[in-house]
């Protein structure tokens, strides 16, 4: 995308061993500590980031997964998760804008949906990893 550029950040010193949920500790995609390239965030917002997600995904134990070209995760319901959960997605959006971020709720569940566009699935794949799916 014109006007992107392209950066990794790693935040290695924030002591991200792994999320629950459905990410194991001993994937190798639950111990990723940076950022998807595509990502425009700075180098002092990028560990901030993740250290929400992290905290979102302790709280509110997380099922994940994949369903045509959308990367689906359900949070348990608890005080302040989808709050949370929009607040990030929102955020997302602007830095994230090569897919779509959609929260909703079923049931009283939060529900994040990441899609990719139609043309470009894989656009899915550094997102996917951060939540413990490989694409």
Known sequence: MPGRIGLRVSIDSFDMPGW?????????????????LACTLGPDDGPA????????????APATRLLDGQLEVRYRSAPGVQEELQDLAAAEQVCCS???WVVSSDHGQPVLRVISP???PHALGPIAAMFGIAI
């Open 98 to 100: 090569f897919v779509a």
């Open 118 to 120: 139609a043309d470009s």
């Open 49 to 60: 980031r993740l250290v929400r997600w992290r905290a979102l995904h302790e709280s509110a």
């Open 20 to 36: 629950t949920g459905t990410m194991p500790a001993e994937s190798e995609h639950a111990q990723r500590t940076e950022l998807p």
